[in-house]
């Protein structure tokens, strides 16, 4: 049965609540805004793209898909300038000039000749010029949910009514205080009819601000093109299975139909009648009009999306990540790790898992995670990693973890007193030596061992090192 329930968090985004697991999957202050802060700006992208042809990434964990959303969304708008560059008919022109080519086609009608034209077109590597180079992202998701995956890419974000108003009024007239007036009081009214969040939702989850949504930062929006690509991924991947009558009947529900995106939705179920059913290329042509027209808006952008597919190679692995990271062979040059709090999944946390991912991390990889626990890092340790933390540029605030193999990928290394803290009983790591064990029986074990360990407790640490006044001293 599904247990979870989906509420705006405060930048507009939608987030997931457990009811089982009295857990939310996103942050309350703001799901998208959590995985560009903890997952793509610790990420050192500016180091990776343009200079590796290929970057490779692991998204742990996927849910309803925002690490690689945000992910995407940074590459699109990176490569924006390349993007508009990179129109389909200067390619078709560029092709026509290549002699090669145009004899390679001389057998074939007027109508063949446009159509495997433009498939070779769409299927040669990215190149802009000799020097630059476009870097290409293959991403392999490991989620064990697959209604989640499926209906990732058909949720909505909300736009909040400060965006709206910095998309329509001129940056000028920030300076004049009567606007910052006027703009308050829009923005209360706006806010009246904005989305609210069910009440029960909002007492749980103590979501004080009721719906009084911040700003999201303009570089943090989900680019267009994201969630359609991610629709092509999925409908390859499920084909005709993608949405099944169990999804359809979810996307419809009274209740959840206003987290969905009709768009989105037309697409995905265009994406999937049509692709499997033999149609005239007529009928392809017309339909990829009224798709593309409808929802990309026009031919450019048609172009440009499907240069920005190229960008990607996305692929699902629906599973329990400890069965799917057995059959990858890659080395990853980010790992985010996003499960489910240490108690909640010990499964994803365990020394034996974590090597999982050490074997799969590049010698200069990195690996991220939200959490800050003693145990989490220790456990990280335990595996040769050096670690270091995350640290938010706008609230001052260290809001993660990063490991790595190499020492050079860490900017904030841990202090002394946090590597002590690691070596106290908080410390002593999950264990599951044969990646299957059920996580009460990983609880257990972990139980047994902190009762009967003889280390110090993190509390009889924090004392001592309070007595000697050494805990700031290192930081
Ligand atoms: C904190 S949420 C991840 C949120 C996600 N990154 C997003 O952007 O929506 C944790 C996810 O882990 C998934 N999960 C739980 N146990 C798992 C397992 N053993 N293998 C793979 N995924 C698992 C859950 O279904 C849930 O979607």
Request: with cysteine; charged share 30%.
């Amino acid at each position: 049965m599904r247990d979870y329930e989906f509420y705006y968090t405060q930048d507009g985004s939608i987030g997931l609540y457990s009811y089982a697991d009295d857990d939310v999957y996103h942050s309350k202050f703001g799901a998208v805004t959590e995985a560009w802060e903890k997952f793509i700006l610790p990420s050192k992208l500016d180091k990776l793209i343009n200079v590796n042809e290929e970057i490779k990434v692991l998204d742990v964990c996927y849910g309803i898909g925002y690490n690689t959303k945000a992910l995407m969304s940074y590459v699109i708008n990176n490569n924006e300038k390349f993007l508009k560059s990179e129109n389909i008919f200067k390619k078709i022109i560029k092709k026509f000039k290549n002699k090669k080519h145009t004899l390679q086609y001389n057998n074939e009608s007027i109508d063949g000749n446009n159509i495997k034209l433009k498939k070779e077109i769409l299927s040669e590597p990215i190149e802009s010029s000799k020097e630059e180079v476009i870097s290409k992202f293959k991403i392999d998701c490991l989620e064990i949910n697959s209604e989640l995956v499926k209906i990732s890419p058909l949720l909505k974000t909300i736009i909040t009514p400060q965006e709206i108003f910095s998309r329509i009024c001129p940056k000028f007239l920030d300076c004049f205080d009567s606007y910052w007036t006027i703009r308050k009081k829009l923005s209360r009214l706006a806010l009246k009819l904005a989305p609210k969040n069910k009440r029960g939702i909002s007492e749980l989850l103590d979501l004080k601000f009721n719906n009084d949504y911040d700003e999201l930062d303009y570089e943090y929006r989900i680019h267009e093109f994201v969630n359609y690509i991610l629709i092509d991924s999925l409908a390859d991947y499920y084909k005709d299975n993608y949405l099944d009558k169990a999804t359809k009947k979810l996307i419809r529900k009274r209740n959840f139909r206003r987290f969905f995106a009709p768009s989105l939705i037309k697409y995905a179920l265009f994406r999937q009648d049509k692709r499997y059913k033999i149609i005239s290329k007529l009928n392809l042509f017309a339909n990829l009009h009224n798709i593309y027209y409808d929802h990309l808006s026009n031919r450019y952008k048609k172009a440009k999306f499907k240069t920005a597919q190229k960008l990607f190679n996305i692929r699902f692995h629906v599973n329990d990540a400890r069965k799917a990271i057995l059959d990858l062979n890659e080395q990853y040059d980010l790992i985010y790790l996003d499960a489910f709090t240490f108690s909640k999944a010990p499964e994803l946390w365990s020394v034996e898992f974590i090597a999982e991912l050490y074997r799969r991390l590049s010698p200069r990889g990195i690996l991220m995670t939200y959490s800050n626990s003693a145990l989490v890092r220790n456990t990280l340790l335990e595996n040769n990693f050096y670690v270091g933390k995350i640290f938010n540029e706008k609230t001052g605030k260290y809001i993660g973890t990063v490991a790595a193999k190499d020492k050079a990928m860490i900017d904030y290394p841990l202090s002394n007193y946090e590597v002590g803290l690691c070596n106290t009983r908080a410390g002593i790591p999950y264990r599951d030596p044969s990646l299957s064990l059920d996580k009460y029986e990983i609880l257990k074990r972990r139980e047994y061992e902190f009762k009967t360990s003889d280390l110090m407790t993190s509390s009889q640490y924090m004392r001592s090192r309070m007595s000697k006044n050494e805990e700031e001293d290192d930081e």
